[in-house]
């Protein structure tokens, strides 16, 4: 299957900075990426469907000023958590679509202390 | 109605039974089911997949069965071993559209 590569697999930040998560998609284009995010022993949360080359699309209730999407390439896109706060710590996957596919990275792992 | 619904949350089985883990949707115009497996600490990774065209759908060791007029779908691991321990999800999508991700089934399989 396709490779879908996350950075960093961890981080741990302190509150009131920013992270960056980086979402590459090694062996193939992705036009659409979607963002994630995972509380323990629960299912994925879509945040937001990121466009190459256009505005992300958010789900509701998740703030696109604290999410910031980018995906400046068809190989990479960028979630940053802006202004962190503890309760932003959680595991974050990226996916990107191949055919009807989707592929995983292997998740973010964000604590902000 | 874009719910998908899983069960069981969790499942215990012994090593070489065969766990079952069900699945149901409301949309109809779902026409991509697939089944992911995530390791903790680890992203989900794609098993196996269906499409409504077909009943069952069988790569090694994992089986799809499809039920389109009961709009439910189940996933059936052959020879379960202790390394198929893992939280298993099931997803329904239409065209490219985002997935739609059951609740997930921890399962646990002992030697």
């Known amino acids: 299957g396709a490779v879908v590569s996350q950075h960093p697999s961890w981080v741990i930040c302190k509150s009131g900075t920013s992270v960056k998560i980086e979402c590459r998609s090694l062996d193939f284009q992705a036009t659409t990426m979607f963002w994630y995010r995972q509380f323990p022993k629960q299912s994925l949360m879509l945040m937001a469907t990121?466009?190459?080359?256009?505005?992300?699309?958010?789900e509701q209730g998740v703030e696109k000023d604290k999410f910031l999407i980018n995906h400046a390439s068809l190989t990479l896109s960028t979630l940053t958590v802006t202004s962190a706060h503890p309760e932003d710590s959680s595991f974050y996957i990226c996916s990107g679509s191949l055919n009807t596919e989707a592929f995983f990275g292997q998740g973010t792992r964000l604590t902000v202390v | 109605q874009q719910q998908v619904k899983q069960s069981p949350q969790s499942l215990i089985v012994q090593k070489g039974g065969i766990p079952i883990i069900n699945c149901a949707y409301e949309n109809t115009a779902f026409d991509y089911f697939p089944w992911y497996q995530q390791f903790p600490g680890k992203g989900p990774a794609l098993l196996i997949a269906i499409r409504p065209d077909v009943s069952e759908k069988k790569e090694g060791r994992f089986t799809i069965s499809f039920n389109k007029s009961a709009k439910q779908f189940s996933l059936h691991i052959m020879d379960s071993q202790p390394g198929d321990s893992a939280t298993y999800f099931c997803a329904a999508r239409f065209g490219n559209e985002k997935l739609t991700f059951g609740t997930g089934t921890r399962l646990t399989i002992i030697p």
């Open positions: 990121s466009n190459e080359g256009s505005k992300a699309t958010y």
